[in-house]
């Protein structure tokens, strides 16, 4: 038999490795027995009490709920390295708080889920200067939301930081100004997070599957798997991408306020009347021109009328394909993808937009711009979507120099894609920068990897016209969502 004092110092040098530890494997388990595989020597009740946390009640979670209890010892679960640890696996360093995507606002370290500041800097992320230089008119300036509220009218301002109301130490309400509260997800029947069948974040619940409503209050009668068939639209989409899918039925996007008969509807949302109407009002029930009916979209035009929105008049002297054939010029598609074709002639997309031009909207001068929407790097002109490059400058954005100050090993290190191809295959190295090819105008991306005629079309248009093309996807403009931008989810249709 060990000697009590001996035995002490094993007990507290256990609990110093486990305070250095975040990982131990199963086999190893150090607890109060007289050897390996021996039956411990506590009660069933001690040990627990002493795997529990200071002032917890008997029942409460062991370990903090995340390890096991061995023998009045806690040995963590965990599945990386250095993510739980201590003698009660009460430490855990990511949960330390953050300040504007920063941990601790970078004012501090982590230390066991809390944040221990710097000198000069307080708060629960370190994010409040203990001495404020700024002026109260300028503090206030930086502590506005987007809609100019300080705060969010839930908090305080000190020194241009948000300090958000939790006088009962909820956390509830956070954000870098407090536009997060957390309260608004509480059940008021259960008092609980989301009915306990969801996650809040930022004041909206996201449910576990099976489970819907404002608060994750309503359960399916089906499987989610069930769900998801009955809401998959003919085309493979669920609700058609214009609508939310809940327990099988589809909640269809609609522009229309009121609530009543929308514009959108369907099973799967499959059906989007604003597609027959030549402009759009809500109000409005001047559909496919005045001249046909609208069904599901499509309109049945009466006789005399022609065209997707029955808006050519048959006096027009030439035939549907006659038409595209004219507004087509050397493209495939009519007028080029970027506008209607009407009786013959094309009207360019997005209206107004002076950079999109030419007969059959065959010009393009978006494509001068790079991310930035610097026209031809700043050093060249734009001509018909071709940069025309001043002197010592090429290549398809003129962002190509002539001479270059690095070896040829140098520079193909710096054309090589992730799989190894030099400009994917689809373009020529200079200076460490891939050059596209020039016939190939739907290529593009750092390393030639990206191929716009992989974008989306929605009635002949790329992007239906409200989004340009990026790397093959569809970016949308505001109010526009869709993988080729045809839902409009604004409040007021362009």
């Known amino acids: 038999m060990l000697p009590p004092g001996f035995r002490n110092f094993l007990l507290l040098a ?80 990511w949960v330390c708080e953050t300040y504007d995507g920063s941990t601790c606002a970078g004012h501090g370290k982590c230390d066991c889920g809390k944040c221990k500041c710097d000198q000069g800097w307080y708060g629960d992320a370190c994010q409040y200067p203990t001495h404020c230089d700024l002026t109260k008119k300028k503090s206030n300036q ?47 029947e259960t008092e609980e997070i989301c009915g306990g069948h969801g996650k809040c974040y930022c004041g909206n619940c996201y449910c576990k599957a099976g489970w819907h409503g404002d608060k994750c209050e309503f359960q399916c009668d089906i499987t989610p798997w069930e769900s998801k068939r009955r809401c998959t639209s003919p085309d493979g989409k669920i609700c058609s991408n214009r609508g939310t899918c809940v327990c099988g039925e589809c909640t269809c996007h609609d522009v229309d306020p009121t609530g009543d008969w929308g514009d959108i509807h369907g099973d799967t949302c499959e059906c989007d009347e604003r597609d027959c109407r030549a402009v759009y009002d809500r109000y409005s029930d001047d559909f496919c021109s005045g001249h046909g009916q609208c069904n599901c979209g499509r309109c049945d035009c009466k006789a005399g009328w022609y065209g997707k929105k029955c808006e050519h008049p048959q006096s027009c002297t030439l035939s549907p394909e006659e038409s595209i054939r004219k507004c087509q010029g050397s493209s495939d598609l009519p007028c080029s993808g970027r506008g209607k074709c009407e009786c013959g002639k094309c009207t360019c997309y997005p209206p107004g937009d002076r950079r999109v031009y030419g007969k059959t909207c065959e010009c393009d001068d978006r494509r001068c711009e790079d991310l930035d ?66 016939e190939e105008w739907y290529i593009s991306g ?17 992007c239906t016209g409200n989004g340009i093309c990026s790397c093959g996807n569809c970016e949308c403009w505001d109010g526009w969502n869709g993988n080729a931008c045809e839902i409009w989810l604004g409040s007021e249709y362009p």
Not at 48 to 76: F, K, M, N, S
Not at 149 to 178: E, P, Q, W
Not at 450 to 455: A, H, Q, V, Y
Request: net charge negative; aromatic share 4%; charged share 25%.
């Open 142 to 188: 930086m502590c506005k939301n987007s809609q100019d509220i300080i705060c969010s009218n839930a908090g305080t301002c000190h020194c241009g930081r948000c300090k958000c109301d939790n006088s009962d130490g909820s956390g509830l309400v956070y954000g870098k100004f407090c536009e997060c509260d957390d309260r608004e997800c509480i059940d008021d």
């Open 373 to 438: 929407g610097v026209v031809c790097g700043g050093h060249g002109t734009c001509s018909c979507g071709r940069c025309i490059c001043e002197r010592g400058w090429f290549g398809k954005l003129c962002q190509h120099p002539r001479k270059c100050n690095m070896t040829e090993e140098q520079s193909k290190n710096l054309c090589e894609s992730a799989d190894g191809i030099l400009c994917s295959g689809k373009g020529s190295c200079h200076c460490g920068k891939c050059i596209c090819s020039a």
């Open 14 to 93: 256990s609990s110093l490795l486990f305070a250095g530890l975040s990982a131990v494997p199963q086999s190893f388990s150090p607890s109060l027995r007289s050897w390996p595989g021996a039956a411990c020597r506590l009660s069933r009740a001690e040990s627990e009490r002493r795997c529990r946390a200071p002032g917890q009640p008997p029942g409460a979670a062991l370990c903090h709920g995340r390890g096991r209890c061995d023998c009045g010892v806690c040995i963590c679960h965990v599945t990386e390295p250095g993510m739980f640890f201590g003698p009660l696996c009460e430490c855990h360093e």
């Open 446 to 462: 750092e390393f030639c990897d990206c191929d716009d005629r992989d974008c989306d079309k929605h009635d002949g248009l790329i």
